[in-house]
């Protein structure tokens, strides 16, 4: 059975059978999450849920795992929780291309809780991480196309994998292992109707994705039964989410391919969807010198998700529903040369973007659909005032594994993501990503900050 193996490889897998590149590459990852769930600091939807959990389970200083946003302490389940929240707000963490899965907004948040509160040492910590990845994206891979066109994939595939990560760290065995995935499956959910109405329900995916998983697997170590086939029975997942699951993709070369590699930093401060385009329009924009006020028509040229994901926000009314307008990223392209987090701020809905915003159009491209979700080529066509008609292609967009972020462009990233919301120093940050950086020599996991 594919969930009994993927709970098996979960269960067995140890740091020294994990390649050295796939140690480095989630070590960056792990830098990459920090900043992200940094910069969600004083955003509404996570100070929200930040005060439930406070209201639920006020805890003494001496509680043992730690909210990043507030640097105070609480329990497992809150800290998954509202590091799950904040991790996810702005539009900064990664991706996994093929599985369209951002594996450490809910992995590392269920791993990192368990790991401080039991003292867990870097070695462990990493490979609960690994195995999160590797389950949740080969699960995002088997939903298929279809299942992201109305579910959010890192709310219901990320549930599984925080249940994989956590239960590494518990120790479940592989029957234990494989019940976790049964009460996480029967949990895992996330629509994407939220964006209609610029919701803040894209926070409580993450949040409880991250805290359903390290609840499911806590529940399994106490002996409490889960669907044994919860992907891919007659009435689990795939059947209810999916009209093209592939079965074959749950143990895709499973322990030789490390998707873990395969994933992806994001650059712009907005969906994924959008940085294929954005950094086509940077290339013409370099290329050919123009202005922003020299530009009539900005047509993208996406796959289809882009156009389901995209496509209902046509006239964004909060920053967080501008980071899925396609218009307005490109505007902010063609603008400021980039789209980050202050340029959403401080001009997502101001006259020029919102004019050129709507001169912005998505056009589904054959090739650029064949090749999604494996590849996110980027092709936009500009016509400018003058009348002349400008194209730019980008293979791989900035992020991708071929095309990736140095630690030093990492290093910068995360600690001008720490610096958006007052949520760490650029020393402290600095001192953190050097300790990051030597994971596997940490003997117990502490406080980060």
């Keep these: 059975m594919s969930t009994q193996a993927l709970a098996s490889f979960a269960a067995s897998l140890q740091f020294e059978g994990i390649p050295d590149h796939v140690v480095n590459r989630a070590e960056d990852l792990f830098l990459d999450w920090i900043g992200s769930a940094l910069a969600g600091k004083g955003a509404h939807p996570v100070e ?7 209201a639920m389970c006020p805890s003494p200083p001496d509680a043992p795992c730690e909210v990043l946003i507030s640097r105070a302490r609480t329990t497992p389940l809150f800290a998954a929780m509202i590091n799950g929240a904040s991790s996810h ?8 291309n093929g599985s369209v899965f951002h594996p450490a907004a809910v992995v590392i948040p269920a791993a990192l809780a368990i790991a401080q509160a039991q003292g867990s040492s870097g070695k462990e910590l990493l490979t609960a991480v690994v195995a999160g990845y590797e389950v949740g994206i080969r699960v995002g891979e088997f939903l298929g196309r279809s299942h992201y066109k109305i579910f959010h994939t890192t709310g219901t595939a990320g549930t599984i994998a925080a249940a994989a990560a956590a239960g590494r760290l518990l120790n479940l065995s592989e029957e234990q292992m494989l019940h976790a995935f049964g009460s996480a499956g029967t949990q895992a959910a996330g629509l994407w109707e939220f964006l209609r109405d610029a919701a803040d329900s894209k926070q409580l ?3 409880k994705a991250a805290s359903d998983g390290l609840l499911a697997a806590w529940l399994a170590r106490e ?37 873990l590699a395969e994933t992806s930093f994001k650059f712009h401060a907005s969906c994924r969807h959008t940085h294929p385009a954005a ?22 040229l996406v796959h289809q998700g882009a156009i389901d994901v995209l496509g209902p926000v046509s006239d ?8 899925f307008s396609m218009g307005t990223v490109l505007a902010m392209i063609a603008k400021f040369g980039s789209a980050g987090l202050a340029e959403f701020e401080q001009s997502f809905n101001a006259p020029p973007i919102a004019a050129l ?16 979700p494996m590849r996110w080529i980027g092709k936009v066509v500009v016509t400018t005032q003058d009348g002349r008609t400008l194209s730019g292609r980008v293979d791989e967009p900035k992020g991708d594994p071929g095309n990736t972020l140095s630690r030093d462009e990492l290093l910068d990233k995360a600690i001008r993501l720490a610096a958006f919301r007052v949520g760490a120093t650029a020393a402290e940050i600095s001192a953190l990503a050097e300790k990051v950086w030597s994971l596997p020599d940490v003997e117990h996991i502490g406080a980060l900050l």
Aim: aromatic share 4%; glycine share 6%.
């Design 357 to 372: 915003r709507d001169r912005v159009n998505m056009v589904l491209d054959e090739e650029v659909d064949a090749a999604y």
């Design 48 to 54: 929200a849920i930040a005060r439930f959990a406070e």
């Design 279 to 300: 950094d086509a329009l940077q290339a013409v924009m370099r290329e050919h010198g123009l202005h922003a006020n020299q530009i009539e028509r900005v047509d993208a």
């Design 223 to 259: 002996g409490f039964t889960g669907a044994r086939r919860i992907l891919e029975g007659l009435q689990g997942m795939a059947a209810g989410m999916s009209r093209d699951a592939d079965p074959a993709k749950l143990t895709d070369r499973l322990g030789t391919r490390w998707a």
């Design 89 to 96: 707000f702005a539009e900064q963490d990664d991706v996994h």
């Design 316 to 323: 964004p009314q909060t920053v967080h529903q501008a980071k």
């Design 205 to 207: 995916h993450t949040a």
